[in-house]
């Protein structure tokens, strides 16, 4: 999560970096999956490519002049060559994808496919092959977490209709496309940016959400906006400010110090959150299975994070 670089630093004290990356950790793994509600409750109100437009556009623009206040170069070239093209494939190819593969398959099946994110990751980070798979913590957790996730919605899972497979393949090719975009930032990014710079994350967020707006003007979405209650509204603002301006610059700040694979772990606690948050607020009923998955989630999350236990408090690029 970006901070001031005072803040931040090398020098900083191990237990005040600790306590941010902690705080980062819980804006992706809880606050995340607590946006799957809010989003399904704005679409009530707003239509998809606007709602995502007016969500990643107001975002961009509040994070770019706060980093124009902070005395940062908004309109560094190197920086937006690779924070626009990012924001492009993360966040608006992603988030269409998961919109176009509803049409051919349920909500359930696209949660079980999402947890696949940490694969994906593990699998294309070539440069930490040999520190990921040096041993049975990591594979085992892959593993571990993906059946984790299954057991939770295997209640909700059905056959896909025909067209289900189509579904499938739109859906991992958003997947594939969140992987890449995530370590393109962690690995390339860094280099055009400060640890704590907001400029960059602000161009992303910018660049999908003209991208959104323009895809809502050619297929003719009009919302009526003097129609929309201040509940609908309410729900936009909780997706802007704690979705993308907290969640999302958490994800970007603590891919550029923590190992990827760790980082993408937020693949299996978001699905997890979101139960528990329906049990809780929803009046969901939580079977034998989902205990039993979310049990298997817990403890893949501690094999993978353990794995990476003896980097903390380092920076890793």
Request: proline share 3%; glycine share 10%.
């Amino acid at each position: 999560m970006a901070q001031d670089g005072a803040g931040l630093g090398m020098d900083t004290p191990q237990k005040q970096r600790r306590s941010t990356v902690l705080t980062a950790y819980f804006m992706i793994y809880v606050v995340w999956g607590s946006t799957y509600f809010f989003i399904g409750e704005a679409l009530k109100y707003l239509p998809t490519y606007v709602l995502g437009g007016v969500r990643f556009t107001t975002a961009g623009l509040i994070l770019l002049f706060y980093a124009r206040c902070r005395g940062e170069q908004i309109f560094n070239r190197l920086m937006m060559r690779i924070s626009v093209p990012c924001g492009m494939i993360m966040l608006f190819a992603d988030m269409t994808a998961i919109m176009l593969a509803q049409r051919y398959i349920p909500s359930s099946l696209e949660a079980v496919l999402a947890s696949s994110t940490l694969i994906w990751t593990t699998l294309f980070n070539v440069r930490r092959w040999r520190h990921n798979f040096s041993n049975f913590r990591v594979p085992l957790g892959l593993v571990g977490g993906l059946i984790g996730v299954v057991l939770l919605y295997l209640h909700e899972l059905s056959l896909p209709d025909s067209r289900g497979d189509i579904g499938v393949l739109i859906f991992l090719g958003g997947m594939i496309a969140w992987s890449l975009g995530s370590l393109f930032i962690k690995y390339y990014a860094s280099a055009a940016e400060s640890l704590n710079a907001w400029s960059g994350t602000g161009w992303q967020m910018f660049a999908a959400g003209i991208s959104f707006l323009v895809v809502a003007g050619c297929s003719g979405e009009e919302p009526h906006w003097s129609a929309i209650p201040w509940q609908g509204w309410a729900h936009v603002v909780y997706l802007v400010v704690f979705g993308s301006i907290c969640a999302y610059t958490s994800y970007v700040w603590l891919l550029k110090v923590r190992p990827a694979t760790e980082v993408a772990t937020h693949a299996y606690a978001n699905p997890l959150v979101a139960i528990l948050l329906g049990a809780c607020f929803g009046g969901e009923e939580i079977l034998i299975t989902q205990w039993v998955g979310l049990a298997i989630i817990l403890a893949s999350l501690v094999l993978i994070n353990g794995r990476h236990k003896q980097e903390k408090g380092r920076l890793k690029v």
